[in-house]
């Protein structure tokens, strides 16, 4: 799956279980994925790239929320 080229954050979570695996997530205008304020549950992101976002490559929000994001064999560089 490619995840290119958004006016925003690449892919925002809400709650529940997200898998991304083998995945090209780049150029998007915000976070590659990030996770919305009150959100809960978790995300997985394996084998993926994560690249060239115009904020960060994977980001959890500050806010009040149980999401946890893990996060293995990927690449992630390039973000700002």
Known sequence: ???RDSGSTGISFSG???TVDRSTIGF???A???SNCFSTGS???T???ISHNGSVGLARSS???TTGISS???NVWGNN
């Open 72 to 74: 293995l064999y990927n």
């Open 28 to 30: 998007n205008a915000g």
């Open 16 to 18: 529940g279980t997200l």
């Open 43 to 45: 995300v997985v992101v």
């Open 47 to 49: 084998n993926s790239i």
């Open 1 to 3: 799956t490619v995840v």
């Open 63 to 65: 806010c009040s929320g």
């Open 32 to 34: 590659g994925i990030s």
